[in-house]
């Protein structure tokens, strides 16, 4: 079975760093982009970006570039998001998703990694 | 960034009724590259269409994309009370790829 399993919920205080992670289960990992989407409390999808494991290619959302690092090691199937410095405004849920070839919907989603950033 | 509007913002249907939902996008999506997610209250986002027309694997027939250009729709038949839930339209036609707002499919 095809999966993405999200690491645990965070809490964090502003201005702390964080590292999420998405590992792919029962495909070819390296072979398939993968999205990172936002959902802020009570509020729609954002897309943040996107990173092909296999070279590390990467697109951001203009929204999201400065303000979040994508990065994946292939080696264990799994893609990470980022952030060096966490402000209360970063308190979301985030998805990982995978899109098949480029460009492409997302056809499988990870259960969702809730962040929750408060002094 | 293409902008896509969905409309309405909640539908209040009942189970066996129709439901139309439409994303109007701010400019031609080629190549139909537009997506419709289902997500249920706690859960994650679900593929249903892509290609605009597309069923998603294991997605019942009554669930149907069209259009093309700028408008698209997505229409269930005969709802089922496991259809009410949240309803995204996604274009991944020009980067970043953008979502809609939603729409709330409620009884």
């Known amino acids: 079975e095809v999966q993405l399993v999200q690491s645990g919920a965070e809490v964090k205080k502003p201005g702390e760093s964080l590292k999420i992670s998405c590992e792919g289960f029962g495909y070819s990992f390296p072979a398939y982009w993968i999205a990172w989407v936002r959902q802020m409390p009570g509020k729609g999808l954002e897309w943040m970006g996107m990173i092909f494991p296999a070279d590390s290619d990467i697109r951001y959302s203009p929204s999201f570039q400065g303000q979040v690092t994508i990065s994946a090691d292939k080696s264990i199937n799994t893609a990470y998001l980022q952030w060096g410095s966490l402000k209360a405004s970063d308190t979301a849920t985030y998805y990982c998703?995978?899109?098949?070839?480029?460009?492409?919907?997302?056809?499988?989603w990870g259960q969702g990694t809730t962040v929750t950033v408060s002094s | 960034d293409i902008v896509l509007t969905q409309s309405p913002g909640t539908l209040s249907l009942s189970p066996g009724e129709r439901a139309t939902l439409s994303c109007r996008a701010r400019?031609?999506?080629?190549?139909?590259?537009l997506a419709w997610y289902q997500q249920k209250p706690g859960q994650s986002p679900r593929l249903l269409i892509y290609?605009?027309?597309s069923r998603a694997a294991g997605i019942p027939d009554r669930f149907s994309g069209s259009g093309s250009g700028t408008d698209f729709t997505l229409t269930i038949i005969r709802l089922e009370p496991e259809d009410f839930a949240v309803y995204y339209c996604q274009q991944y036609n020009t980067s970043p790829w953008t979502f809609g707002q939603g729409t709330k499919v409620e009884i």
């Open positions: 998703a995978r899109q098949v070839g480029y460009p492409n919907a997302l056809d499988v």
């Open positions: 290609g605009a027309s």
């Open positions: 400019e031609p999506i080629s190549s139909d590259y």
